[in-house]
């Protein structure tokens, strides 16, 4: 059975009162409303961790996560946070090519290789981020796109260090552009990422890799996108943000 998982990425959003008040109403709902059978992340700004994990407490299906990593194991980077670091803060997990970092960051596939190896050594669970803009869905060639990152950044990986990835899939072309993803799109891309994983590591990982959809996903779509067969959760943005809407998502399976 794959990991059903929804993962809230904050984005750079929230003071310390906000991230307090937001971590408290998500931790009591989920306990609440006895959800058990969902991993839950949360990764909010990095100096919200400490807080975070600490509001988090004894949950056991809820976890603190990064937003990014370095891809250097420490030194002089001013402003970076490497692996080790957020590990030491109780982190479990950690987004890596989110397209946001892509776009105005330019980090390139090697370099997402090199951060991908450092949040494996360091036990974090990278959520590993792939998906196209507008010209590449129109051109009809996304496939091959969101193949070609995938191929790039983490097919140097051993079956070991790859059974320790999720995927999350986001559709560029359909957030803040007012174009809409259909629940059938996102099943076909997940489908074709799940077969490109079992053409590299077999069909056996690839039936273990959870593959998470990062577009944009509310408490009125959720329940139909998670019902598709290879779509096995979220990456949530905008609706994180909202205590009751992200907790409908992860009530959505």
């Known amino acids: 059975m794959r990991k059903k998982i929804v993962a809230g990425n904050w ?40 807080n975070v994990k600490k509001l988090i407490g004894g949950v056991p299906n809820i976890f603190l996560g990064g937003q990014n990593c370095s891809d250097k194991e420490s030194g002089a980077y001013t402003g970076e946070t490497s692996a080790k ?67 790039a950044s983490l097919f140097g990986l051993t079956e070991e260090e790859f059974s320790k990835i999720v995927i999350a899939y986001e559709p560029i072309w359909a957030i803040g552009t007012g174009k809409t993803a259909s629940s059938d799109q996102a099943q076909d891309m997940h489908a074709a990422i799940r077969a490109h994983l079992a053409s590299k590591y077999g069909q056996a990982i690839a039936d273990e890799t959870s593959i998470l959809y990062g577009g944009s996903c509310k408490p009125d779509n959720a329940v139909e996108i ?21 907790v409908d998502i992860i009530k959505s399976f």
């Not at 050594?121 to 091959?144: K, M, Q, V, Y």
């Not at 019902?227 to 992200?246: E, H, P, T, W, Y």
């Open 85 to 151: 670091i957020l590990a030491s803060f109780g982190a479990k997990y950690v987004i890596i090519g989110h397209s946001e970092r892509r776009e105005y960051f330019n980090e390139s596939n090697e370099e997402l290789t090199a951060k991908v190896k450092q949040a494996l050594a360091n036990d974090l669970t990278p959520i590993f981020c792939c998906g196209e803009p507008l010209e590449i869905r129109e051109a009809g060639s996304h496939e091959d796109y969101v193949k070609e990152q995938l191929t």
């Open 11 to 50: 984005k750079m959003n929230g003071t310390q009162e906000e991230g307090q008040k937001l971590t408290s109403e998500i931790v009591n709902m989920v306990q609440d409303e006895r959800i058990s059978d969902v991993t839950v992340v949360l990764n909010p700004p990095f100096v919200h961790a400490s």
């Open 226 to 246: 998670f019902s598709k067969a290879d779509v096995d959760g979220g990456l949530i943005g905008g609706a994180s943000l909202k205590s009751r809407d992200f």
